[in-house]
C-alpha cells in the first residue's frame, strides 16, 4: 500500500467513501499498492447510468458480492473505481462525476487531467 498518497492536485488524498466503505484495502480511500492489478484510484459518484454502463461492459458494481466485503453500489454512492473503467465509461460517454480530491494522482498515468475536469462534482 502507498505512504501518504496524493490526489491529482498533489496534495494529501481525502477519502472517497466509509459507507459503503471502498477502496482497494477496504479503508475508504482510494489507495493502491502492487496487489491491486486494478488500480481502484478514481473516486467517483455512481448513477444509475453509469451502473448500467458498467454492467453491460462486463463489471457489475451494483450486485452485493458479500465474500469479497463488496456491499454493491447504489447510484449517489460514491466508489473507488479502476482507472481503466473509468477511462473506458469516459470514451463512451458514460464517465460518471470525480471527486477530484479523492482521486489518486496515480491515474494521470493513464488519463489525462482535462478529463477528469471534465467530469469533476
Known amino acids: 500500500m502507498e505512504k501518504n498518497p496524493l490526489n491529482v492536485f498533489g496534495k494529501p488524498l481525502e477519502p472517497c467513501s466509509k459507507k459503503p466503505l471502498t477502496g482497494f484495502y477496504r479503508d475508504g480511500c482510494c489507495t493502491t499498492g502492487i496487489e491491486d492489478r486494478g488500480m481502484h484510484t478514481v473516486c467517483i459518484k455512481a448513477d444509475a447510468a453509469f451502473l448500467e454502463f458498467s454492467f453491460k461492459a462486463g463489471n457489475d458494481l451494483s450486485t452485493p458480492r458479500p465474500e ?21 465509461a469516459y470514451e463512451a460517454g458514460m464517465a460518471p462525476e470525480v471527486v477530484l480530491e479523492a482521486t489518486n494522482q496515480d491515474v494521470l498515468k493513464y488519463i489525462p487531467f482535462e478529463w477528469l475536469l471534465e467530469n469533476k462534482l
Do not use: M, N, T
Request: with cysteine.
Open 68 to 88: 469479497y466485503l463488496f456491499p454493491g453500489v447504489k447510484p449517489g454512492d460514491q466508489w473507488c473505481l479502476c482507472a481503466l473503467r473509468w477511462k473506458e
